[in-house]
């Protein structure tokens, strides 16, 4: 288990006289985990606007004549400016490209993690749900002390756990409506062609959801941790390590 | 606090992926050329890795079908024969003995009959039958030459073309198809004969055939050439 953090390093909140705690720089993320997160940001970005590209030739789910899934978006077009590829060609030979380095990335960390231990950190496990709801609480203002906590709190954990998991789902959808015939067991997996492609479409929005709620709690919660995700370096709040 | 350094370095991930997401873009000439060699290397991924020359496509109850396929042409209007008494498939290119079939030369031969998924590269998919002969069926009687690695469909509307590799042809779900739906296979889904497989897009099936050239070049085609996969296999 996780070791309590070392009342030096929390924020505590100082006398006005005292000098203000200067918390201690720490290494935080490999260059590997730096890597494929950017990579796999940069990359995601364009598997999503040639996607919503090719979503634009057929803009619905379900066999031809019905009945059609429940899609906000059926027969909608997305904005150009979010669109990549121009035309259906350009958007399959975009996404056709990209799939290679997202899944090359994607395997790349996944191996890190198991090699290091690190996974040990990122998975959520059931142990963690105590956790999980107590970081809730703080959140909600029910609690007043941040909930000690190793490198990632449990809702940190059980975040990254689903975007691992909602990767690893967008890539074998991709694969069953990419190969119906010749993967015709991992598309029947999924409840056949047009379900695969309607949870490889709905990927998109948990993953565009993920993003925004991400990039808002690290400006809100901890922003020395985007420093951290470039550099490797940390100093801030929660300096703790597993 | 984000350092400078750290900011540029953040600068320089995020500015390429808003640039080319702002654009719309297939690529540019620049980058065009990178994607389609890409394309390459996913058609020999089709070919050589995923595809199975034996694997046979779901077949589903005749119940299944779905009500309307939607008919896709080139030309402004249907393609129609002037005169189909005289319509001919030519099989020819480098084959030991080319040969020239009526649609009735085609019906004596052995029929095949599936109801299967069709796929649409657009992303919508639909149900229906098909019969016809075998392509491997019409190969073995022509008897290609060894250099033959390719066969070019060609059709009469517009001159629309596909090629495709020999295995996918030699597929037992590769036919001719001249009825669809336990009727003779209509005009707006390639009458008199048109290439059907459910291991290939729809875009591959070339409609309205005229003629089948063995070759030892990879054929182009109507829309691989304007940049979708050549493969096209699914």
């Known amino acids: 288990m996780t070791a309590p953090t070392p009342a030096s390093t929390r924020p505590a909140p100082t006398p006005a006289t005292a000098a203000p705690v200067t918390p201690a720089l720490v290494k935080r993320h490999h260059w590997i985990v730096r890597l494929t997160h950017w990579a796999t940001f940069v990359l995601l970005v364009g598997m999503i606007g040639s996607g919503l590209q090719i979503y634009t030739a057929y803009a619905r789910f379900g066999e031809r004549g019905g009945p059609y899934y429940i899609n906000p978006f059926q027969d909608r077009e997305f904005p150009r400016s979010i669109r990549l590829g121009g035309w259906l060609a350009g958007g399959l030979n975009w996404h056709f490209t990209l799939m290679w380095p997202f899944i090359a990335a994607g395997l790349f960390y996944l191996s890190y993690l198991v090699v290091s231990g690190e996974w040990r950190s990122l998975l959520f496990r059931p142990r963690d749900i105590r956790g999980a709801i107590e970081m809730q609480k703080y959140y909600l203002r029910l609690r007043k002390e941040h909930p000690a906590q190793g490198k990632h709190n449990p809702l940190q954990k059980l975040a990254y756990t689903f975007i691992i998991f909602l990767g690893v789902l967008s890539v074998l959808t991709g694969f069953a409506i990419y190969k119906p015939t010749q993967l015709a067991w991992l598309t029947a997996l999924f409840g056949g062609f047009q379900a695969a492609r309607y949870w490889h479409f709905w990927a998109v929005w948990f993953f565009t959801a993920f993003l925004v709620v991400h990039v808002i709690l690290v400006f809100v919660v901890d922003p020395a941790s985007l420093r951290a995700m470039i550099t490797g370096w940390y100093r801030g709040r929660f300096p703790s390590h597993d | ?234």
């Open chain 2, 1 to 234: 606090m984000i350092d400078r350094r750290g900011l540029l370095r953040l600068a320089a991930g995020a500015g390429p992926a808003s640039l080319v997401a702002a654009c719309g873009w297939d690529g540019g000439n620049a980058i065009r050329p990178a994607l389609l060699d890409v394309s390459r290397l996913n058609d020999w991924v089709g070919e050589k890795i995923l595809f199975s020359a034996h694997r046979l496509a779901p077949q589903y109850p005749v119940s299944e079908r779905t009500a309307h396929l939607p008919s896709y042409f080139i030309s402004p209007m249907t393609p129609m024969l002037k005169d189909p008494a005289t319509w001919r498939l030519l099989v020819t290119g480098l084959v030991r003995r080319p040969v020239s079939l009526s649609l009735d030369d085609l019906k004596a031969l052995p029929r095949t009959t599936y109801t299967v998924k069709h796929h649409c590269v657009e992303g919508w998919s639909a149900i229906a039958t098909w019969h016809g002969v075998p392509v491997s069926t019409i190969v073995e009687r022509c008897e290609p030459l060894p250099e033959a690695r390719f066969i070019r469909f060609v059709s009469f509307d517009s001159d629309y073309s596909n090629g495709w590799d020999l295995a996918s042809a030699m597929h037992p779900q590769t036919i001719l198809a001249y009825g669809m739906n336990d009727n003779p296979l209509p005009p707006a889904h390639g009458a008199p004969l048109r290439l059907y497989s459910p291991t290939k897009l729809g875009y591959k099936l070339t409609k309205y055939l005229v003629s089948m050239t063995f070759t030892a070049q990879r054929p182009g085609g109507y829309w691989e050439d304007q940049g979708y996969p050549w493969f096209g296999g699914v």
